[in-house]
Protein backbone atom coordinates (compact mmCIF):
# COMPACT_ATOMS: atom_id res chain seq x y z
CA UNK A 1 0.00 0.00 0.00
CA UNK A 2 0.80 3.50 -0.93
CA UNK A 3 1.40 5.64 2.73
CA UNK A 4 -1.79 7.40 1.35
CA UNK A 5 -3.68 3.85 1.57
CA UNK A 6 -2.26 2.78 4.85
CA UNK A 7 -3.01 6.38 6.33
CA UNK A 8 -7.31 5.65 4.92
CA UNK A 9 -6.36 2.10 5.97
CA UNK A 10 -6.09 3.05 9.80
CA UNK A 11 -9.90 4.86 10.12
CA UNK A 12 -11.74 1.72 8.86
CA UNK A 13 -13.34 -0.16 12.20
CA UNK A 14 -14.37 -3.95 11.04
CA UNK A 15 -15.57 -5.72 13.79
CA UNK A 16 -16.41 -7.88 15.59
CA UNK A 17 -13.14 -10.53 15.02
CA UNK A 18 -15.43 -12.97 15.74
CA UNK A 19 -19.06 -13.15 14.66
CA UNK A 20 -21.79 -16.87 15.11
CA UNK A 21 -23.51 -17.34 11.82
CA UNK A 22 -26.47 -15.10 11.55
CA UNK A 23 -24.58 -11.56 13.06
CA UNK A 24 -23.75 -9.00 11.45
CA UNK A 25 -20.17 -7.50 10.68
CA UNK A 26 -20.13 -3.69 11.32
CA UNK A 27 -17.37 -1.68 9.09
CA UNK A 28 -17.42 1.87 10.34
CA UNK A 29 -15.01 4.62 9.23
CA UNK A 30 -14.70 8.77 9.58
CA UNK A 31 -13.62 8.99 6.17
CA UNK A 32 -15.30 11.23 3.06
CA UNK A 33 -15.71 8.65 -0.23
CA UNK A 34 -17.80 5.75 -1.91
CA UNK A 35 -16.49 2.96 0.02
CA UNK A 36 -17.93 -0.68 -0.09
CA UNK A 37 -17.63 -4.16 1.67
CA UNK A 38 -17.25 -7.46 0.48
CA UNK A 39 -17.08 -11.15 1.89
CA UNK A 40 -16.42 -13.79 -0.92
CA UNK A 41 -19.48 -12.66 -3.42
CA UNK A 42 -21.26 -10.89 -0.76
CA UNK A 43 -20.98 -7.23 -0.96
CA UNK A 44 -22.60 -4.40 0.61
CA UNK A 45 -22.32 -0.36 0.95
CA UNK A 46 -21.37 2.05 3.58
CA UNK A 47 -23.81 4.69 4.38
CA UNK A 48 -23.57 7.53 6.38
CA UNK A 49 -24.47 7.29 9.77
CA UNK A 50 -26.71 9.39 12.02
CA UNK A 51 -23.78 9.28 14.35
CA UNK A 52 -21.59 10.77 11.73
CA UNK A 53 -19.28 8.50 10.23
CA UNK A 54 -20.20 5.73 7.25
CA UNK A 55 -21.81 2.22 8.44
CA UNK A 56 -22.02 -0.54 6.55
CA UNK A 57 -23.45 -3.96 7.67
CA UNK A 58 -22.01 -7.06 6.59
CA UNK A 59 -24.74 -10.13 7.14
CA UNK A 60 -23.72 -13.10 8.01
CA UNK A 61 -25.98 -16.18 6.69
CA UNK A 62 -27.26 -19.09 9.43
CA UNK A 63 -25.60 -21.65 6.75
CA UNK A 64 -22.84 -19.94 5.81
CA UNK A 65 -19.13 -21.92 7.06
CA UNK A 66 -17.58 -21.66 10.08
CA UNK A 67 -13.80 -20.83 9.89
CA UNK A 68 -12.00 -17.84 8.64
CA UNK A 69 -12.60 -15.42 6.10
CA UNK A 70 -11.66 -12.30 4.58
CA UNK A 71 -13.60 -8.46 4.79
CA UNK A 72 -12.49 -6.29 2.01
CA UNK A 73 -13.08 -2.94 1.99
CA UNK A 74 -13.09 -0.87 -1.51
CA UNK A 75 -13.07 2.50 -3.10
CA UNK A 76 -15.28 3.82 -5.69
CA UNK A 77 -12.88 2.84 -8.09
CA UNK A 78 -12.50 -0.87 -6.96
CA UNK A 79 -8.93 -0.35 -5.02
CA UNK A 80 -8.77 -2.34 -1.71
CA UNK A 81 -8.17 0.23 1.14
CA UNK A 82 -8.12 -2.14 4.12
CA UNK A 83 -9.44 -5.75 4.77
CA UNK A 84 -9.34 -7.54 8.11
CA UNK A 85 -9.26 -11.92 8.95
CA UNK A 86 -12.83 -12.36 10.35
CA UNK A 87 -14.24 -15.91 11.60
CA UNK A 88 -17.48 -17.24 11.66
CA UNK A 89 -18.08 -18.97 14.67
CA UNK A 90 -20.78 -22.47 14.16
CA UNK A 91 -23.90 -21.11 16.06
CA UNK A 92 -25.13 -24.97 16.54
CA UNK A 93 -28.98 -24.83 15.73
CA UNK A 94 -30.56 -27.08 17.38
CA UNK A 95 -33.24 -29.28 15.06
CA UNK A 96 -37.02 -28.70 16.25
CA UNK A 97 -39.60 -31.00 15.19
CA UNK A 98 -43.26 -29.48 14.18
CA UNK A 99 -46.29 -31.41 14.32
CA UNK A 100 -48.42 -29.91 10.92
CA UNK A 101 -51.75 -31.22 9.94
CA UNK A 102 -52.15 -32.14 6.39
CA UNK A 103 -54.41 -29.54 5.52
CA UNK A 104 -51.26 -27.18 6.50
CA UNK A 105 -48.72 -29.07 5.24
CA UNK A 106 -50.43 -29.02 1.86
CA UNK A 107 -50.14 -25.19 1.74
CA UNK A 108 -48.57 -23.98 -1.20
CA UNK A 109 -47.63 -20.14 -1.92
CA UNK A 110 -50.03 -18.50 -4.45
CA UNK A 111 -49.01 -17.20 -7.97
CA UNK A 112 -46.82 -14.20 -6.99
CA UNK A 113 -46.17 -14.32 -3.23
CA UNK A 114 -42.72 -15.47 -3.02
CA UNK A 115 -41.73 -13.26 -5.67
CA UNK A 116 -42.94 -10.32 -3.96
CA UNK A 117 -41.69 -11.60 -0.69
CA UNK A 118 -38.13 -12.20 -2.10
CA UNK A 119 -38.41 -8.53 -3.63
CA UNK A 120 -39.03 -6.80 -0.29
CA UNK A 121 -36.74 -8.48 1.03
CA UNK A 122 -33.62 -6.92 -1.18
CA UNK A 123 -34.89 -3.50 -0.96
CA UNK A 124 -31.72 -1.09 0.23
CA UNK A 125 -33.50 2.28 -0.07
CA UNK A 126 -31.16 5.87 0.72
CA UNK A 127 -32.61 6.75 3.89
CA UNK A 128 -32.35 5.39 7.30
CA UNK A 129 -34.74 5.23 9.80
CA UNK A 130 -33.81 2.39 12.30
CA UNK A 131 -32.02 2.95 15.59
CA UNK A 132 -30.77 0.37 18.00
CA UNK A 133 -32.08 -1.72 20.21
CA UNK A 134 -35.17 -2.73 18.22
CA UNK A 135 -38.17 -3.56 20.47
CA UNK A 136 -40.49 -6.80 20.13
CA UNK A 137 -43.00 -6.61 17.94
CA UNK A 138 -45.49 -8.75 20.78
CA UNK A 139 -44.37 -8.99 24.26
CA UNK A 140 -44.64 -12.80 24.32
CA UNK A 141 -41.98 -15.42 25.12
CA UNK A 142 -39.76 -17.10 22.69
CA UNK A 143 -41.50 -20.51 21.11
CA UNK A 144 -38.48 -20.60 18.24
CA UNK A 145 -35.34 -19.56 18.32
CA UNK A 146 -33.43 -18.49 14.84
CA UNK A 147 -31.50 -20.66 12.53
CA UNK A 148 -32.99 -23.97 14.04
CA UNK A 149 -33.31 -27.01 11.28
CA UNK A 150 -36.82 -27.82 11.04
CA UNK A 151 -38.68 -31.24 10.88
CA UNK A 152 -42.23 -31.32 10.15
CA UNK A 153 -43.34 -34.61 11.28
CA UNK A 154 -40.53 -35.86 12.19
CA UNK A 155 -39.14 -35.29 8.64
CA UNK A 156 -36.35 -33.14 7.74
CA UNK A 157 -37.40 -30.17 5.45
CA UNK A 158 -33.36 -28.77 4.49
CA UNK A 159 -34.83 -25.20 5.41
CA UNK A 160 -33.85 -23.44 8.72
CA UNK A 161 -36.05 -21.03 10.77
CA UNK A 162 -35.45 -17.57 9.16
CA UNK A 163 -37.18 -15.26 12.01
CA UNK A 164 -38.33 -15.72 15.57
CA UNK A 165 -41.14 -16.77 17.05
CA UNK A 166 -42.80 -15.32 19.66
CA UNK A 167 -46.00 -16.25 21.22
CA UNK A 168 -49.35 -14.48 20.54
CA UNK A 169 -52.76 -15.12 21.07
CA UNK A 170 -55.29 -14.05 18.10
CA UNK A 171 -55.76 -10.03 18.35
CA UNK A 172 -53.18 -9.20 20.18
CA UNK A 173 -51.52 -5.91 18.96
CA UNK A 174 -48.36 -6.23 16.52
CA UNK A 175 -45.57 -3.65 16.56
CA UNK A 176 -43.15 -2.05 14.57
CA UNK A 177 -39.99 -3.06 16.07
CA UNK A 178 -38.11 -0.02 14.67
CA UNK A 179 -39.13 3.61 12.24
CA UNK A 180 -39.95 2.44 8.79
CA UNK A 181 -41.59 2.42 5.73
CA UNK A 182 -44.56 0.26 5.11
CA UNK A 183 -43.56 -2.15 1.82
CA UNK A 184 -45.20 -4.90 2.32
CA UNK A 185 -49.10 -5.07 3.13
CA UNK A 186 -51.12 -8.42 2.22
CA UNK A 187 -52.99 -11.19 2.85
CA UNK A 188 -51.39 -14.13 1.46
CA UNK A 189 -51.93 -18.04 1.25
CA UNK A 190 -48.96 -19.26 2.52
CA UNK A 191 -47.33 -16.55 5.03
CA UNK A 192 -50.76 -15.35 6.04
CA UNK A 193 -51.60 -11.83 7.05
CA UNK A 194 -47.84 -10.24 6.26
CA UNK A 195 -46.53 -6.39 7.39
CA UNK A 196 -43.15 -5.51 5.52
CA UNK A 197 -41.06 -3.05 6.87
CA UNK A 198 -38.18 -0.97 5.02
CA UNK A 199 -35.88 0.29 8.06
CA UNK A 200 -33.45 1.85 5.44
CA UNK A 201 -29.86 1.00 4.47
CA UNK A 202 -30.66 -2.72 3.71
CA UNK A 203 -32.28 -3.54 7.13
CA UNK A 204 -35.87 -4.54 6.87
CA UNK A 205 -38.28 -7.03 9.14
CA UNK A 206 -41.55 -8.87 7.76
CA UNK A 207 -44.06 -10.30 10.58
CA UNK A 208 -46.18 -12.97 9.39
CA UNK A 209 -49.31 -14.97 10.30
CA UNK A 210 -51.53 -11.74 11.20
CA UNK A 211 -54.93 -12.06 11.38
CA UNK A 212 -55.60 -8.13 9.94
CA UNK A 213 -53.11 -5.58 9.11
CA UNK A 214 -53.37 -2.06 9.95
CA UNK A 215 -51.31 -0.13 7.62
CA UNK A 216 -51.09 0.12 4.17
CA UNK A 217 -48.11 0.51 1.73
CA UNK A 218 -46.36 3.33 1.71
CA UNK A 219 -47.37 4.18 5.61
CA UNK A 220 -44.43 5.74 7.47
CA UNK A 221 -44.29 4.01 11.19
CA UNK A 222 -42.60 5.22 14.29
CA UNK A 223 -41.15 2.56 16.64
CA UNK A 224 -43.84 0.81 18.62
CA UNK A 225 -46.62 2.02 16.13
CA UNK A 226 -49.58 -0.87 15.87
CA UNK A 227 -48.98 -2.36 12.32
CA UNK A 228 -51.33 -5.68 12.49
CA UNK A 229 -53.19 -7.98 14.94
CA UNK A 230 -51.96 -11.58 15.84
CA UNK A 231 -53.23 -14.62 14.38
CA UNK A 232 -52.85 -17.86 13.09
CA UNK A 233 -52.86 -17.84 8.86
CA UNK A 234 -50.73 -18.92 6.42
CA UNK A 235 -48.67 -21.95 7.38
CA UNK A 236 -49.26 -21.47 11.17
CA UNK A 237 -49.78 -24.86 13.81
CA UNK A 238 -51.39 -22.00 15.69
CA UNK A 239 -51.56 -18.46 17.32
CA UNK A 240 -48.15 -16.80 17.11
CA UNK A 241 -46.11 -13.95 16.05
CA UNK A 242 -42.73 -15.38 13.70
CA UNK A 243 -40.84 -11.92 12.43
CA UNK A 244 -38.00 -11.81 10.47
CA UNK A 245 -35.31 -9.16 10.22
CA UNK A 246 -33.07 -8.91 6.44
CA UNK A 247 -30.05 -6.93 6.20
CA UNK A 248 -29.08 -6.36 2.82
CA UNK A 249 -31.52 -9.58 1.47
CA UNK A 250 -30.04 -12.15 4.22
CA UNK A 251 -32.11 -13.60 7.50
CA UNK A 252 -29.91 -12.73 10.66
CA UNK A 253 -30.86 -13.35 14.10
CA UNK A 254 -33.08 -10.83 15.26
CA UNK A 255 -32.39 -11.86 19.09
CA UNK A 256 -29.33 -9.48 18.52
CA UNK A 257 -31.07 -6.54 17.98
CA UNK A 258 -33.53 -6.89 20.85
CA UNK A 259 -33.31 -6.93 24.38
CA UNK A 260 -33.29 -10.64 25.55
CA UNK A 261 -36.37 -12.31 25.73
CA UNK A 262 -37.14 -15.31 27.42
CA UNK A 263 -37.93 -18.54 26.00
CA UNK A 264 -41.91 -20.26 26.66
CA UNK A 265 -41.75 -22.52 29.37
CA UNK A 266 -42.26 -26.16 28.19
CA UNK A 267 -45.48 -27.06 28.19
Keep these: ?34 FTARMGERRVRLFPDPDGGQLGLLPVAADDAAGFTQV ?3 DAEGGVVTEARVEVMDARFPVQNIRVTPGVQAL ?32 GCLISPFGVQRHHNGKPTG ?17 A ?21 DHGHGVATIHIHLSKLSVK ?13 AGATGFATGPHLH ?16 PAIPRCAAK
Excluded at 109 to 131: K, L, N
Excluded at 181 to 197: F, I
Excluded at 217 to 228: F, T, W
Design 177 to 197: PAAGLVRLAEMYRLHGGSVGL
Design 72 to 74: VVE
Design 1 to 34: MTLALLLLASVFTIGPEKVKQGGVIRIETKEAGA
Design 217 to 229: PGDRVAAGDLIGV
Design 159 to 175: NYHRGIDQRAAVGVPVR
Design 243 to 258: WGLYVHGVPVNPLDWI
Design 108 to 139: RAAPGEMEAIREFQGIVSESRYWRTPFRRPVP
